[in-house]
């Protein structure tokens, strides 16, 4: 239950706001694409399928953003109770397969995309072909580093629950070689 004296820190409306004015954006944006690949251009191609699984799964990545943002995620910890700060940090632990899955999805759209369009440029087709799955497998091993940094996993929510963790630092490095 959020405390009295922390009503001005709870930052989980801004959190809700912020996700989901951006998805709203993104949404948007796929539609016009599509609307244009489809309607005006009339050839939609397998970029275009694959921005839109990734859409669906920022889509699936935010709700549960939300259902974390109404356990307490956003909340001064001090302000929730213990069972709380697990239930938020396990909604927002969960939440980020989608999240992730869905940017480095919406990165080999565009990763296709440019294919196409550089279908002769071979060079430039191999550096695609080369970054593209450098960076799907940072995006693995983040994480599978995610959810494995803590034995027993659950410690990872709970901290209560005795175990070990990695150095933080670890999941922080992976994840900004990742994006």
């Given at each position: ?95 980020q397969l989608p999240i992730v899955l869905a940017l480095q999805i919406a ?73």
């Amino acid at each position: 239950m959020p405390s009295q004296q922390f009503p001005q820190r709870d930052k989980g409306p801004t959190i809700n706001a912020v996700i989901w004015l951006g998805s709203g954006l993104a949404l948007l944006l796929v539609i016009l694409r599509l609307f244009t690949r489809i309607r005006v251009i009339r050839q939609a191609g397998l970029d275009d399928a694959v921005m839109v699984l990734a859409m669906l799964l920022d889509l699936l990545g935010m709700s549960i953003v939300s259902v974390a943002v109404h356990a307490g995620f956003g909340q001064p910890m001090e302000a929730l109770a213990p069972g709380q700060v697990v239930n938020a940090l396990r909604w927002s632990l969960v939440s980020q397969l989608p999240i992730v899955l869905a940017l480095q999805i919406a990165r080999i759209s565009i990763a296709i995309f440019l294919l196409r369009i550089f279908s002769k440029h071979v060079l430039l087709r191999r550096f695609l072909y080369v970054m593209t799955t450098i960076n799907t497998l940072a995006a693995v091993v983040a994480l599978i580093v995610q959810y494995s940094q803590c034995s027993p996993p659950q410690r990872v929510w709970d901290r209560s629950v005795a175990g070990t963790c990695l150095d933080p630092s670890i999941e922080r490095d992976l994840q900004v070689l990742s994006s």
